[in-house]
């Protein structure tokens, strides 16, 4: 399975803008630039993105990981915190935390503790990453 992603970039990087388009289209010539990186401009960027299939991803593989565990999922939120700092050569991505609330049907905090666990290993974007990556999860 392959997929793609498209992005546009013109001009210079502090005055430029650029335009993001999946192949999906849910993402269609989605505006993103150097303010809405660094600073609070109006658009996305790529960091957003990359937080946002991180949760997504994490969720999936843990709702698939506590469905074998016989608990019953009825409710996975996962919200992603990534950070991007200035290192030695540039910029990089240094952390990530993944802050998971799940609503089981059949609540066992080890099982629980154990399918998070795996999935923040085991997800393909947190396989992908080379940023520090903490889940705080809880059952409600």
């Known amino acids: 399975m392959q997929r793609q992603a498209s992005a546009v970039w013109n001009g210079s990087l502090r005055d430029g803008k650029g335009a ?5 289209k849910t993402l269609d010539a989605t505006q993103y630039s150097f303010s809405t990186r660094f ?3 109006v658009g996305t960027n790529p960091e957003e993105l990359i937080a946002a299939a991180h949760a997504g991803c994490f969720s999936m593989d843990l709702s698939s990981r506590l469905g074998k565990a016989g ?3 009825e409710r996975i939120d996962t919200n992603a915190t990534l950070t991007l700092e200035k290192v030695e050569d540039g910029f990089s991505i240094t952390t990530i935390v993944l802050d998971v609330k799940a609503k089981l049907q059949n609540p066992d905090q080890a099982r629980f503790d154990e399918a998070v666990d795996a999935a923040k290993k085991g997800c393909p974007v947190s396989k992908v990453l ?3 990556i903490s889940v705080c999860a809880s059952l409600v």
Request: glycine share 14%; proline share 0%.
């Open 20 to 24: 993001l388009t999946t192949e999906s």
């Open 39 to 41: 600073e609070n401009g």
């Open 71 to 73: 608990l019953g999922v």
């Open 130 to 132: 080379k940023a520090d």
